[in-house]
């Protein structure tokens, strides 16, 4: 009598495992959703705008500096994000070679780009030179509300030139 009372007490056991494996448990969900930091519906630093002189600067030979600064205007209290920097120039075969430097105002640590440009004769055909500049995390302008400008020192003889800017604005 005490081995059959063994048995049905494992037997019990094995029951009463099994039944606790097959019934559901209850999981109580967060109450709230909290701030989003990797879902939203946009990207944070994505592209907002896109700056360029005005379209004959970039099909006019010896433009002025005037007419090849881009000026990038913030929102109020903004800052100005540049994701990329982009300048084509092209020589119109003149064999008259220049280098120019070009600048950014308000933009911290003060890049620079230098473009030398050399056209070794009128007869021979020329091609074109890109300096094409990604940053991923952007350069950041150094005042908020203060616009951002990317301008020449000095005109290129003989060269069609033109700048693009991209980038975001952003209060931080």
């Not at 019990?12 to 109450?31: F, I, R």
């Not at 350069?139 to 991209?166: D, R, Y």
């Amino acid at each position: 009598m005490d081995m059959r009372q063994a048995l049905l007490g494992g037997a019990s056991a094995v029951a009463l495992g099994v039944g606790l494996l097959g019934t559901p448990q209850v999981v109580e969900a967060q109450q709230s959703q909290g701030l989003i930091v990797t879902q939203s519906g946009s990207k944070a630093d994505a592209a907002a705008f896109f700056a360029a002189p005005a379209a004959t600067s970039c099909t006019t030979s010896q433009a002025s500096i005037a007419n090849l600064t881009v000026t990038i205007t913030p929102p109020a209290g903004n800052y100005v994000y540049l994701t990329g920097v982009y300048i084509e120039y092209l020589p119109n075969a003149t064999a008259a070679s220049s280098a120019t430097l070009w600048t950014a105002t308000n933009i911290t640590g003060t890049p620079a780009w230098l473009a030398n440009v050399t056209a070794s004769a009128a007869s021979v055909p020329t091609t074109e030179f890109l300096i094409s500049e990604i940053y991923p995390t952007g350069l950041k302008s150094t005042v908020p509300g203060t616009p951002v400008t990317i301008l020449p020192q000095a005109t290129s003889a003989s060269t069609f030139q033109c700048v693009k800017a991209v980038g975001y604005f952003s209060p931080t």
